[in-house]
């Protein structure tokens, strides 16, 4: 495996975050934008020692904003100190290094960022191969920013080759071999998975993946509602890995939710698709809870991310149980309950804390006649002989009641798959809907 990674980084404690905007954007929406940067930023462990805000009204080839401009940036940076720059827009290999030439730190980008986040939380094999693949591919033009040595070259036998090739083609092909290598790592891992979603399928219980920006509970919902012992911190990107459990409903009925990676504006496009055997949960599920956290002050920013996300996925025409969470932190009087119901089509979405456990319940209810929807109503009549359809009545579907004549039938009524009614269907005295 090659490494990439600069040393300079690890040094890294005090950035300044950078952050360019046009007429266009309005200046709250691009501070906004930095507080997220910083966020990111700080869960790597680097500290923050300011932020500017530039308005580019036409991007430059060479550092994005003008030379004056930039070296704004730059006195701005000694000023407070900083050692490092941290642009939250996406730079160009060559504008990255036009920047490390003058400012002589370390720069990097948001995309950057978030490739090291995902790098830290990865602990599967699968997490670990997408990130690594989407380093690689970060890197590859950036090769003569990554490496101190490029200039060396490797000589042919005698001189019968010429000057040779030089270090950055050799490193170049290298990490072309090891995408290549990790592209085939990761097709075995998704077919797995594959074969696992088709077991899942053949038990035709309901699927529900749990979508929406980092950070705003999915775990926490997950593990609220299934009890199982599901990582849950107040950090980015903690959870990578899709995880999926089984709960029983109150109406008998089982339910499979699965917790997926958390979206992020402008998700890096390696990232979307080195995770897109992650994100297919989503796309392969019966219906989405799409969940916000209506405490923070950009939500309507992150509905739109997460749609957005959906939309590139394929998923968006998924039925969608929106899911606003985190109300322990503000007052139900407030406006944005109202402004959340109006713009973000949640009349019919449920206001919880997993904090304080407040209308788990009413999340509960709202699951359970998802799922009925998806079920037909049966009434059937069973002869002594048939009891043992009781029992399969019972694990794939759910009995709503259940009655004995003198002659030991048994009258039924039973929600169930529209998949078993051949079963039933010598038996069946009505369709109930």
């Known amino acids: 495996m090659i490494d990439t990674e600069k040393d300079t980084k690890k040094q890294v404690e005090r950035a300044l975050l950078v952050g360019f905007r046009n007429s266009d954007c309005p200046e709250a929406t691009a501070l906004e934008h930095l507080d997220e940067l910083a966020e990111l930023v700080k869960t790597l462990g680097i500290g923050v020692g300011g932020s500017v805000c530039a308005v580019v ?55 950057e960022i978030i490739i090291d986040i995902f790098a830290s939380r990865a602990i599967t094999r699968e997490a670990v191969l997408q990130v690594e693949l989407a380093r690689m591919k970060y890197y ?69 993946a749990i979508v929406g920006y980092t950070n705003v509970g999915k775990s926490s919902i997950l593990r609220a509602l299934s009890g199982a012992g599901v990582l849950v911190e107040d950090k980015l990107f903690a959870t990578l890995d899709p995880t999926t459990r089984k709960i029983t409903l109150p109406n008998n009925q089982k339910l499979l939710l699965t917790d997926t990676v958390g979206f992020v504006r402008d998700l890096p496009h390696d990232l979307v698709e080195a995770f897109k055997s992650t994100l297919e949960e989503a796309v392969l599920s019966d219906f989405l809870m799409l969940v916000l956290d209506i405490s923070s002050p950009i939500i309507f920013e992150q509905w739109e991310t997460t749609l957005q996300v959906l939309h590139e996925l394929g998923a968006e025409d998924k039925n969608i149980l929106v899911v606003l969470n985190k109300i322990d932190k503000i007052n139900e009087n407030d406006e944005i309950f109202a402004v959340a119901k109006s713009r973000l089509v949640a009349s019919d979405g449920v206001y919880i804390s997993t904090k304080t456990g407040k209308n788990m319940d009413q999340l ?9 929807e998806r079920l037909e109503s049966l009434k059937i009549q069973l002869p002594p002989s048939r009891h043992d359809l009781v029992a399969f009545a019972r694990k794939q579907g759910a009995i709503r009641s259940e009655e004995y ?29």
């Open 57 to 111: 009204k036409e991007p430059s080839a060479e550092f994005y904003v003008g030379s004056g401009k930039a070296a704004e940036i730059i006195d701005t940076m000694h000023r407070l100190e900083c050692d490092s720059l941290i642009f939250n827009t996406p730079l160009s290999p060559s504008q990255q290094r036009n920047w490390e030439r003058k400012a002589k730190v370390c720069v990097v980008d948001r995309e």
């Open 364 to 372: 509960v209810k709202r699951l359970s006649e998802i799922v009925d």
């Open 140 to 208: 590859l033009p950036r090769l003569a920013r990554a490496w101190t040595h490029l200039s060396r070259q490797r000589g042919g036998a005698k001189g019968t080759r010429g000057e040779g090739e030089t270090q950055i083609e050799v490193d170049r092909r290298m990490i072309k071999r090891e995408i290549s290598q990790l592209t085939k790592e990761l097709e075995e891992v998704r077919k797995q998975r594959s074969t696992q979603r088709k077991l899942r399928e053949r038990n035709s219980i309901l699927h529900c």
């Open 405 to 433: 004549d003198e002659f030991g039938n048994l009258t039924l009524e039973i929600n169930i798959s529209k998949q078993y009614f051949h079963k039933f269907e010598p038996f069946i005295l009505e369709k109930t809907s």
